[in-house]
């Protein structure tokens, strides 16, 4: 018989989390939504999931190329961007691209995944530094700590947004950078450093 391995973890003091499809998700599919205010204003603005999930890619990295980081460089407001982008995506400025727009900037967009609360409520009281590091638009700010109800656990000074910082996940400055912005208040290892989120495994990097 085999005895079994014990493995031991690492010591994380350090927690950063990603925000979209880690602490929050779409209440329902983004297409589905799209779909469901547009075609109640034109029905011809109606896609089906495959041709709406290349178009949205398509318009938003279109946009983005030309108005890099929501459009900050050139002081563009970050609704005037998604504006660009649901322009882009649909063929013209219709009425439906500003309800669009201020459906998913509201709770009712989206929900907190039901074991959130519970597990910053686990660490709160550890020493465990947690934070928020997102490549989401500034709206991300309101969303968590207020409609979201998470300013409990989490206070704008802990969240990390590619927008404030200039450079976005994966890109290891991202990280650095929220670094640095720790280091000044809590003294971190960067070896002690994790980040957890919804894509493809990022382990910290060492420098």
């Not at 994966?170 to 912005?181: A, D, T, V």
Request: with cysteine.
């Amino acid at each position: 018989m085999k005895t079994a391995t014990k493995f031991r973890l690492p010591r994380c003091s350090l927690l950063t989390l990603d925000a979209y499809d880690t602490l929050y998700t779409p209440r329902e599919p983004i297409a589905i939504a799209y779909n469901r205010i547009a075609g109640a204003n034109n029905t011809d603005a109606v896609m089906d999931p495959g041709e709406f999930k290349q178009k949205f890619k398509s318009a938003f990295r279109s946009v983005w190329q030309k108005y890099p980081n929501y459009g900050k460089a050139v002081d563009m407001p970050i609704d005037n961007f998604w504006h660009h982008v649901l322009s882009t995506l649909y063929g013209g400025d219709y009425g439906f691209i500003n309800e669009i727009i201020r459906h998913f900037e509201t709770r009712e967009a989206y929900k907190v995944f039901d074991d959130v609360q519970p597990f910053l409520n686990s660490i709160k009281n550890s020493k465990v530094k947690t934070c928020i590091a997102s490549n989401a638009d500034r709206r991300i700010v309101r969303l968590i700590i207020d409609e979201f109800e998470l300013g409990n656990f989490l206070k704008p000074e802990d969240i990390f947004l590619s927008y404030d910082l200039g450079v976005s996940k994966p890109n290891s400055r991202f990280f650095k950078l929220i670094l640095e912005h720790v280091q000044r208040r809590n003294p971190t290892n960067v070896d002690e450093a994790w980040h957890v989120g919804e894509d493809r495994p990022y382990i910290w990097p060492s420098w």
